[in-house]
C-alpha cells in the first residue's frame, strides 16, 4: 500500500476516563499503549492507528510531532 505520510508520527494523548466505558473501547486504548489520564503514546500514522482512534475520538488527542532535523 503506498502511503503518501508514511514516516508521519503521531502523538496520542489520552484525556478522558476509562471508568463508565464500553470493554472495546478500553482494549483499545490499551492497545494504543495508553494507561491512565495525561499518559501519551507516539506511534506511526498509518490506517490500522487511524482506525483505532476512530473508535475512541472522544476520549484523545492527536497532535502531529514534527520529525527532527539532524546535522
Known sequence: MNNK???VKIRITL???LAGK???HR???KALGLKRIGSSV???DN???RGMI???SYMVRIDEVKPVKST
Open 42 to 44: 507516539i506511534k506511526e
Open 27 to 29: 482494549r483499545t486504548i
Open 54 to 56: 476512530a473508535r475512541v
Open 5 to 7: 505520510r508514511s514516516g
Open 47 to 49: 490506517p490500522q492507528i
Open 15 to 17: 484525556i478522558r476516563s
Open 22 to 24: 464500553k470493554e472495546r
